[in-house]
């Protein structure tokens, strides 16, 4: 099922499987579905809703500002915020506590 707003197209799905297919997830709401062998593809530019989901042998695309980010999280790393990247990487899997901001004392 997909929705409509102001040109851009939502996807809500519950349940599903998608197999083999290319998905971008920015402004997608899915619930109990299952990605197999799909391409997946974060641009960043909208929320993206997921609930329970499974991926399986999937490959990852970050484009826009979403590669932006990657990239510079990875710059940040190798030019010695490697505290401060593994901080938020521990945080994402629920694993200590939040990242300090940049620069707060």
Same mark, same amino acid.
């Given at each position: /099922?997909?929705?409509?707003?102001?040109?851009?197209?939502?996807? #809500?799905?519950?349940?599903?499987?998608?197999? *083999?297919?290319?998905? &971008?997830?920015? *402004? *997608?709401? !899915?619930?109990?579905?299952?990605?197999?062998? &799909?391409? #997946? #593809? +974060?641009?960043?530019?909208?929320? +993206?809703?997921?609930?329970?989901?499974? !991926?399986?042998? &999937?490959?990852?695309? !970050? #484009?826009?500002?979403?590669?932006?980010?990657?990239?510079? /999280?990875?710059? /940040?790393?190798?030019?010695?915020?490697?505290?401060? +990247?593994?901080?938020? &990487?521990?945080?994402? /899997?629920?694993?200590?506590?939040?990242?300090?901001?940049? *620069?707060?004392?």
């Amino acid at each position: /099922m997909a929705k409509e707003r102001l040109g851009v197209t939502f996807v #809500i799905a519950k349940d599903q499987t998608f197999t *083999g297919l290319t998905i &971008c997830l920015d *402004g *997608g709401t !899915f619930s109990n579905c299952r990605f197999e062998r &799909c391409t #997946i #593809i +974060i641009s960043g530019v909208l929320p +993206i809703s997921l609930e329970n989901p499974r !991926f399986v042998d &999937c490959q990852w695309s !970050f #484009i826009g500002p979403a590669s932006t980010t990657v990239s510079f /999280m990875a710059a /940040m790393y190798r030019a010695g915020a490697k505290d401060l +990247i593994e901080a938020t &990487c521990n945080s994402i /899997m629920g694993k200590g506590p939040r990242p300090s901001a940049l *620069g707060a004392q």
